[in-house]
């Protein structure tokens, strides 16, 4: 199951990559394949990052929801997308 991985990362240290890539090891130990936007390169714009998340979450099976992640302007949108999509939610833990 491709599974995308979304969460608060804006004004966190290090863009919280260490949340994203603890639940991607998650997803991949359960057989599933991580969408991770954390490895996307920094200094892009904050358009550019939604613009390639939101593609990338409409290849997913399912949404990975991260502690925190709705206190994220993006993961709100990501989460709303996923549930008009019908694309399956889990909570942080749930991979």
């Known amino acids: 199951m491709k599974t995308y991985i979304a969460g608060p990362m804006t004004g966190l240290p290090d863009y919280n990559r260490a949340a994203f890539f603890a639940a991607a090891e998650e997803i991949t130990a359960s057989g599933g394949i991580p969408l ?21 979450l409409q290849c997913a099976d399912a949404i990975y929801l991260l502690d925190g992640w709705r206190g994220s302007a993006g993961a709100r949108a990501e989460y709303a997308l996923a549930e008009k999509l019908g694309i399956r939610i889990l909570p942080a833990g749930h991979a």
């Open 36 to 56: 991770n936007t954390a490895f996307l390169p920094d200094g892009l714009s904050d358009a550019d990052y939604m613009a390639i998340s939101l593609t990338m």
